[in-house]
């Protein structure tokens, strides 16, 4: 396969500009991509983590009216709760600790064009009231100040994890759901458009080979066939991170299986819901259990609050591990946000 015949045709579907992909399951997602961009309707980007919900964002924008305006992307699981509002509704001096000027917030930067929310879920309940508000009157405050600022903003959210659980477990809230829940568009995983491989595979090779100042446009029939075979947990990041590795590493003009990791050569495949990212759950949780049934006494109030508990610290140490104690890498891995990792760090006391 050579990359440089690479060419994404626009008679497999309706191209988007930095998007790759014909699979049926991504003609769905452009197809409601360019449907909605033509209104103002609020978005609800789903997907797991890795799988584009940004670019989709990106072209959800420029293919609006507003596609002209300015576009605003804001990683709501990267900042306190605090920092978090400041950041998104801006401040007034004063106002807080190190306020030394005003500052204009994410919310007014966008105006006439798009505010992008990533990871929603893993925002406060407090801050979710302030962002129902901007969505139903288009109207807030700056921290600090009293003085309502009107703005023009589109929103796009997304969000890694179900909303609908997080609605029922008392985590999100129910309004603010519907009121970004206007369009929801479900991003699907690398695993389940295998078909689109060889097309992110080609774009990579070219990119990379580019920016590197390399000529690798060949792959290997055995390396193809690994990446089509692999899972992907990481999903086309953890694939774009593996043929840039592969490019910076070739020594020839073509990937060959060896550049790529043991987790993608390796033959055996996780079965459906036994492995979380290499952990074995089987046998995590029967070892676990058997130590709380060990040392569990007659008048244990909750056996299983307690096992549920050791599982989850026994998972979030091998995950830990498993990712060098690199808490964002681990976060991903786990499908949670930093901030709720570090809570349950300090809470289990795994804190290095």
Not at 107 to 113: D, K, R, S, V
Not at 127 to 153: A, M, W, Y
Request: glycine fraction near 6%; proline fraction near 3%; include cysteine.
């Amino acid at each position: 396969m050579s990359a440089a015949n690479y060419n994404y045709r626009s008679d497999t579907g309706p191209p988007i500009p930095g998007i790759i992909g014909s699979s049926p399951a991504m003609q769905d997602v452009y197809r409601l991509t360019r449907r909605v961009a033509r209104s103002n309707a609020s978005v609800l980007l789903l997907g797991e983590t890795g799988t584009g919900k940004e670019l989709i964002a990106t072209a959800i924008h420029r293919l609006s009216d507003r596609g002209s305006g300015p576009l605003v992307k804001v990683n709501c699981g990267a900042l306190s709760e605090s920092l978090l509002e400041s950041e998104l509704f801006g401040h007034v001096r004063g106002s807080f600790t190190g306020a030394i000027n005003n500052r204009t917030g994410r919310f007014e930067a966008a105006h006439t064009g798009t505010i992008f929310l990533d990871e929603i879920n893993s925002t406060t309940l407090h801050l979710q009231i302030k962002l129902l508000r901007v969505l139903q009157e288009r109207e807030f405050e700056r921290v600090g100040d009293t003085q309502t600022v009107r703005v023009d903003t589109r929103v796009i959210a997304a969000s890694n994890r179900d909303l609908m659980n997080e609605v029922q477990e008392d985590r999100f809230r129910e309004d603010l759901y519907w009121r970004l829940n206007v369009v929801p568009i479900d991003i699907p995983p690398l695993r389940d458009r295998r078909e689109d491989v060889a097309d992110l595979v080609a774009h990579f090779l070219n990119y990379y080979s580019e920016l590197n100042e390399r000529f690798v446009v060949h792959i290997q029939r055995e390396a193809m066939e690994a990446l089509q075979d692999h899972h992907w947990p990481g999903n086309v990041r953890e694939l774009q991170n593996y043929v840039e590795r592969a490019v910076v590493m070739a020594e020839t003009d073509e990937l060959t299986i060896d550049l790529l990791p043991d987790s993608v050569t390796r033959s055996e495949k996780p079965q459906a819901g036994s492995r979380i990212r290499g952990v074995d759950l089987e046998t995590l949780t029967y070892e676990v259990v058997q130590q709380g049934l060990a040392t569990a006494g007659p008048e244990e109030d909750s056996l299983h609050t307690k096992i549920v508990s050791r599982i989850e610290r026994e998972l979030i140490a091998q995950v830990m591990l498993a990712c060098s104690n690199v808490q964002t890498k681990a976060a991903s891995k786990l499908g949670i946000n930093r901030n709720t990792l570090h809570k349950k760090l300090k809470e289990y006391d795994l804190e290095s």
